[in-house]
């Protein structure tokens, strides 16, 4: 099974949140982009718990 990348903006919240989760599992890293860093760190943590051999790191910038 090839395990994946993926960058995800808006990962605190609503869609951004629910496709983190969703792919956490079968992704090798994920890195979560959003406008502050305390939300990210509240997802991460998250995320970990249900997949803990994947890789996350987090950013905080605004896009838009």
């Known amino acids: 099974q090839t395990r994946t990348n993926i960058i ?4 605190t919240k609503g869609i951004g949140r629910a496709v ?6 079968s992704a090798a890293r994920i890195a ?3 406008r502050s860093a ?6 991460r ?3 970990l ?3 803990p051999d994947c ?5 905080a910038r605004d896009l838009s």
């Open 49 to 51: 718990a249900a997949a």
């Open 38 to 43: 305390e939300q990210p760190s509240a997802t």
């Open 20 to 25: 983190a989760a969703r792919f956490a599992p």
């Open 45 to 47: 943590r998250e995320l």
């Open 55 to 59: 890789q996350i790191s987090l950013y």
């Open 32 to 34: 979560l982009i959003a």
């Open 8 to 11: 995800i903006t808006g990962a």
